[in-house]
């Protein structure tokens, strides 16, 4: 079983675009959606949820008002501030410290498990995906993402599919640590702008401290070629290979907004350039089989 991770470092690069083509393009595989901030793989993909999970993490006090003596000594310490006038928590200002619970002299503020939000296994036409949805204003997302890998992991196992193909987070955070965990490749999509350049090298560094190989995809390429032959030779001089190239197409935007991957929706330069990457990523996780048979 292998693990592709599909990042970016930022928004907006074409990684969700990107995950839905090879999804498109793979078989015996699983599908798993690590952007539980935002998630959006499921508007190209079109789950059907099969189970669903509620997902707790963390502790939010709760005060019973009629034990509560209104003295006062839990408003006062709390340095958060999440008591309000009236002697109730608010649940957003409220960092499940439980001092309030601990010096309450009647017992009546009390820590209760924190319901951060769900998450889904789903059948798509694509093959099994796994996906979350993350409440507003809710944390944990990092020990969500890593949750919902674990649950991809084990229903790879079980039904013995070949590849578990990741729509990682965003950022360079916790959720994207959670989501390079254990991969066997990291496909950085990037951008030829400045913000597009700075964001990659950035993931990227986060991906070779955990020592996972990575590849660099540049979409858009055509819209700034000086850019695109800047990222070329920098990665080169770093001795890291760059995997391909995605011109500029009007159709990728028409593609989201139908709700069909790329290379479901057109035949032309974009769609062949993501055929050409996915194909390029299966020889290579060949040869590093190959490589590490040899070696051992």
């Known amino acids: 079983m292998k693990t592709i991770v599909i990042i970016s470092g930022k928004g907006g ?7 839905a083509s090879f999804a498109a393009l793979a078989r015996n595989h699983i599908l ?22 509620i997902f707790q993490k963390g502790q939010t006090a709760r005060i019973d008002a009629a034990r509560c003596l209104q003295c006062g000594q839990c ?55 796994v996906h979350a949805d993350l ?38 955070g916790c959720p994207v640590i959670a989501s390079l965990s254990g991969a066997d490749l990291a496909v950085i999509v990037t951008e030829p702008t400045l913000s597009g350049i700075h964001d990659m090298e950035r993931v990227m560094t986060v991906a070779q401290h955990f020592r996972i190989p990575t590849r660099v995809v540049i979409n858009k390429y055509d819209l700034n070629e000086v850019n695109t032959l800047k990222i070329e030779d920098d990665q080169r001089s770093k001795g ?15 593609s989201v907004v139908r709700g069909v991957p790329l290379v479901e929706y057109a035949q032309n ?22 490589a590490k048979k040899d070696a051992s």
């Open 13 to 19: 690069t074409g990684k969700t675009v990107t995950c």
């Open 32 to 53: 798993v959606d690590c952007d539980v901030d935002a998630a959006d793989l499921h508007l190209l993909l079109h789950p059907q949820v099969r189970e669903k999970h």
């Open 75 to 129: 408003r006062g310490r709390c340095r958060f501030q999440a008591i309000r006038a009236d002697f109730q928590v608010d649940a957003l200002a409220c960092e499940g410290c439980g001092l309030c619970a601990r010096i309450c002299p009647t017992g009546a503020a009390v820590m209760e498990d924190n319901t951060c939000g769900q998450w889904y296994l789903s059948e798509t036409r694509y093959g099994p995906m």
């Open 135 to 172: 409440y507003p204003g809710e944390e944990n997302s990092g020990k969500l993402v890593a949750k919902i890998r674990e649950a991809a992991a084990e229903e790879a196992q079980k039904r013995g599919l070949e590849y578990v193909i990741v729509d990682g987070s965003p950022g360079i």
């Open 240 to 254: 890291n290979e760059i995997l391909g190239r995605i011109p500029f197409s009007k159709t990728v935007p028409e």
């Open 269 to 290: 330069d974009a769609a062949r350039a993501m055929r050409n990457l996915w194909q390029a990523i299966q020889v290579y996780l060949v040869e590093e089989s190959v």
